[in-house]
């Protein structure tokens, strides 16, 4: 059998005990309490599997558990554990282990956590390899048929916007004419981003000229959306505002409907469905190794 130690559970659950500590009593105490259950649970379910996994490659050679092991390590020295110093403005691995003690964590058992949940991961992934592959064109045309609701896309455009200001021009109709001739250039093909650049008065220049607002109800200024939604891709106007003069253009509109079977709605539906093949059949295992093992978990001391 294999022992959980009290300190395992605290750095599972580190982060998320962190974050209960705003909360005010007594919910703080519940919310305590409902982590530790849930990152408690989490460590029995790895620690069957892993099980599991140790007795499984030790029937075959000993050298294939080392070697599942220093692949763990090496992923997490080469990956993970500059991510986690980073972040913690550490420069050395003296600093960060110093950094963790302040938190009460030692980076040893961060390490080892992290160690098993990719081994797990792992291992898993390789138990359920065949049942994940079992997921065909059949299957992703029948769940497209069936499941329509999940395949509407909404009225949107991809827009671009330039600002021409009255304060700027002698008066609101000379401002009018220069918004009218630059709508007549990018017409003509010029590059709408750099004519935002020169000549917008705005903050559209900030965003190379973007727009602001995809759907109905977040276009801004709200007075363009009706005028965009009539446009089609490519086409521009001008809007005018109290202030002053939007010259828009639509790069690309998208019609409420349903979204096309092609190849990236079929690449959607074949992830989801692999996913939930997945989590079912890493369930009934997971669940089957529990009933068959013996798990300790050991308070003691932090």
Known sequence: HEAILNEEVLAGAFSQLMAAR?????????RRAEIWNQAL???????????????????????????????AAEEFNKTVLRGWMKRADAKTEDEFREFLKTQGVSLDMLRRQWERNFMMTEYLRNRIHAFVDQVGPQQIVEYYDKHPEEFQRPDAVQWQDLFVDNDKFPSPGEAHRFAEQLA??????????????????????????????????EIKPAEAENVLFQLKDGETAVVELEKGFHVVRVVKRDYAGQTPFDEKTQKQIKEKLTNETAQVEIK?????????????????EN
Not at 22 to 30: H, N, T
Not at 54 to 64: E, P, R, Y
């Open 22 to 30: 705003e909360l005010q009593e007594p919910e703080r105490a519940q």
């Open 41 to 71: 649970g989490q460590l029995v379910e790895r620690e069957v599997v892993l099980q599991d996994a140790f007795n499984k490659l030790n029937k075959g050679a000993k050298s294939q558990v080392e070697k599942f092991k220093q692949e």
């Open 184 to 217: 007549e250039r990018t017409r003509g093909g010029e590059d709408f981003a750099k004519l935002a650049e020169q000549h917008d008065n705005g903050d559209s220049s900030f965003r190379k000229g973007d727009g602001i607002g995809a759907k109905r109800g």
């Open 284 to 300: 009934r295992i997971v669940n089957k190794l529990k009933r068959e093992a013996v798990i300790v978990y050991t308070k003691g």
